[in-house]
């Protein structure tokens, strides 16, 4: 990893594999200031991450839905795959692009109630920098489960595949708290409580949707919904 002040003296612009290697594989705050000194960070470089990253990914599950013989929709209807790869290879990097947006904007939101003095310029650099790399990571397992899960049977494999993905899924929130606490200017136990607040808060109206559920299926069933 190149020393802060030499990017700054240099104004060399940092390759995007260095950025998505440095934060991947050494996470800490000072990674997260090392690629934020980077003269080209900006969210629109993270826009275009995330949009390539994602065009990629639903090309994949794309492909694998035509090896495992999975496309029962273009059987069905000859030709709907063809529409479904032109629409979707255009809806599908914008949907995830405007999620990445608005996702970032709440996290800074969040972060700004709670302290925060950053900009949501640095913010959204850094999250890209997670979410490319990790969305990489987690097309692959997804892609490899639904290869070994089309014979009907649970492999060892998946059992694998699914603790890589639990794993991910932590080792992604850890990246996050980095990200924000560095972006934010915020202590490490305020952006860990900005990062998940999100996560609590549809955990909370999950339950409570399903409790009004339960609480009302009877009335609901009596109705015939």
Known sequence: MENIDSILETGERMPWYNVWIDVT?????ETFRHILADPAA????AYVWIGLVSLMFFFLQMLVLQV???DVLDQALPGTMTWALLCGGIAAPVVAVVGFMINTAI??????????RGS?????????AIQAPLTIF???ISVITTLFSASGSVSPLLIVMAL??????MYALVLQVLAVSVAEKMGTGMAALAVLMPLFLVMVLTGCLVVFALANAPELLGRGL
Request: proline content about 5%; cysteine-free.
């Open 164 to 169: 890589l993905s639990l794993a991910l899924g």
């Open 107 to 116: 996290l800074h939101f969040i972060a700004g109630l709670l302290g925060g």
């Open 25 to 29: 594989t050494a996470p800490s705050r």
């Open 42 to 45: 900006s969210p629109f470089r």
């Open 120 to 128: 949501y310029d640095d913010l959204a650099f850094s999250m890209g």
């Open 138 to 140: 987690s097309g692959l």
């Open 68 to 70: 495992t013989g999975s």
